[in-house]
């Protein structure tokens, strides 16, 4: 009569667990291996797919905006061609806090949302920044907590700095980061 050993048994099973997790491993390397061979590797992003828009061509000509403090306009340019006009309401000037200051500039950001501006009550939308030392940008008219406009007046200096757009979406739309305003 033959003993049963438990010793062997144990043996057994050890000896095929690790040649099942061996193959196991194998099977899974070749795997990885030709997921990788049909993977191409990812190109980095395009402008346009970041939204910086297209890359300038030799031929294009200059996008920008151009913001008239004496007309209290803002004109959105292509070359030389004005493209559209729209009236603004810019800074008070009366003091530096007030004021939009005259130069040339980069557009630096764009935040379609709305905007809540606690030191003055109100939201904006449509916000694009380009002066950057002096917080100043293009946005809405301001509007209270449910989007109703509470100071609808353009064509005067009136704002504390930046340049309210009765179409501020279109002036969005338009605005390129990196593309230049200039302010006269």
Request: glycine share 10%; aromatic share 10%.
């Amino acid at each position: 009569m033959r003993r049963f050993s438990y010793f062997g048994l144990g043996l057994g099973l050890c000896l095929g667990l690790c040649l099942c997790l061996c193959l196991m491993v194998l099977f899974a390397l070749v795997a990885c291996a030709q997921l990788q061979r049909n993977i191409e590797p990812a190109s980095p992003p395009t402008a346009s797919e970041m939204g910086l828009g297209a890359p300038p061509t030799p031929d294009a000509v200059e996008r920008w905006l151009e913001v008239d403090l004496a007309s209290q306009v803002v004109r959105l340019r292509e070359g030389e061609n004005v493209i559209a006009t729209y009236p603004v309401a810019t800074g008070l000037g009366d003091s530096p806090s007030t004021l939009t200051y005259t130069g040339t500039f980069t557009v630096h950001n764009k935040i379609k949302a709305a905007t809540f501006l606690p030191e003055f009550g109100v939201y904006v939308t449509d916000w694009v920044g380009f002066d950057q030392d002096h917080a100043i940008g293009f946005h809405s008219l301001p509007q209270d907590r449910y989007g109703q406009v509470v100071d609808s007046r353009l064509g005067i200096p009136i704002s504390h700095g930046c340049v309210r757009v009765g179409n501020a979406a279109a002036v969005y739309s338009f605005a390129q980061i990196g593309m230049r305003v200039l302010v006269h």
